[in-house]
């Protein structure tokens, strides 16, 4: 089992960037594939990028693909999501999550999750 902390969140303005980290107890984090979900107020919690245990494969939704960097430290047991040129509406708590049998993009998939982050974008 794995337990994870987000940190990181804030208000920024709209074109800035943010940078946020999950930490991840554990000394199997690298035999997990991560990944970043959202949920934005009175919506669903949406995919937004997941990487594969060894960072061999990363994946991204349409709407954040080009502005936001997902990556990991194995040896830290730490995962990362770079946003970069952000919009109001990537405003959202952002969690992330763990599994240790599928790297995919439905909620589902994965049975670890963090307390979440706030992320604010002003415009």
């Known amino acids: 089992q794995v337990q994870l902390v987000e940190s990181g969140g804030g208000l920024v303005q709209a074109g800035g960037s943010l940078r946020l980290s999950c930490a991840a107890s554990?000394?199997?984090?690298?035999?997990?594939?991560m990944a970043w979900f959202r949920q934005a107020p009175g919506k669903e919690r949406e995919f937004v990028a997941a990487?594969?245990?060894?960072?061999?494969?990363?994946y991204y939704s349409d709407s954040v693909k080009g502005r936001f960097t997902i990556s990991r430290d194995n040896a830290k047991s730490m995962m990362y999501l770079q946003m970069n040129s952000l919009k109001p509406e990537d405003t959202a708590v952002y969690y992330c999550a763990a599994s240790r049998t599928v790297v995919g993009r439905n909620r589902s998939d994965y049975p670890y999750w963090g307390q979440g982050t706030q992320v604010t974008v002003a415009s």
């Open positions: 554990g000394r199997t984090f690298g035999t997990y594939a």
């Open positions: 990487v594969t245990g060894n960072s061999g494969s990363t």
